[in-house]
């Protein structure tokens, strides 16, 4: 797998958006995968960040949050202007993404859901964020992540 595309480095190389794609090995079912990916990669653990699929109010939205911290559904749901927030399920999350769970990009998804991005991301000058496939990261800046994706920002995680 190692060298092939995905839609989410597809994208970017479309629109020209500098990045750069980090491979590494950890188990999808590890516990604490997102710190391991930060400690296969090198970098510090909130600067990765995870793209997890909620049902706000019964619409799909993807969340990108630290891997250091979990997502506070409630400040998800205030940053869409919804209710009441829950993590969607496994299946639904990857027919509507395209992806796999360990591998959801917030980039080329089959479906373009609206995206809110944790705003400590705009603390760093680039994040790492799933290039589309498990085993695979992608470092940008998060400006561009926000503008490729039209994604708000708000604090979304409870640490």
């Given amino acids: ?9 597809a994208l ?5 958006v500098p990045h750069s794609t980090h491979p590494y090995d950890v188990s999808p079912d590890a516990p604490h995968y997102g710190a391991l990916v930060a ?4 970098v510090p653990p909130e600067r990765v960040f ?24 409630k400040a998800l749901a205030a940053a869409v202007g919804g209710k009441r927030a829950a993590i969607a399920d496994r299946a639904v999350a990857e027919r ?12 080329g998804q089959r479906r373009r859901l609206p995206t809110v991005l944790d705003s400590s ?17 992608l470092q940008l800046a998060p400006q561009d992540l926000v503008a490729l994706i039209g994604a708000v920002t708000a604090p979304l995680a409870a640490h």
Avoid: C, F, N, W
């Avoid at 970017?12 to 020209?16: I, M, N, Q, S, V």
């Avoid at 939205?61 to 559904?73: C, I, M, Q, R």
């Avoid at 509507?96 to 980039?107: D, E, N």
């Fill in 50 to 73: 995870k793209s997890l699929v909620a049902e706000v109010d019964g619409a799909l939205t993807v969340a990108v949050v630290p891997v250091t911290g979990e997502l506070d559904l």
């Fill in 96 to 107: 509507a993404t395209g992806y796999v769970r360990g591998g959801i990009s917030p980039l």
């Fill in 1 to 9: 797998m190692a060298g092939q595309g995905t839609p989410a480095t």
């Fill in 39 to 42: 400690a296969a990669l090198g």
């Fill in 121 to 137: 991301a705009l603390d760093h000058p680039t994040v790492y964020v799933s290039a589309g496939r498990r085993g695979l990261q």
């Fill in 12 to 16: 970017l190389t479309k629109r020209k």
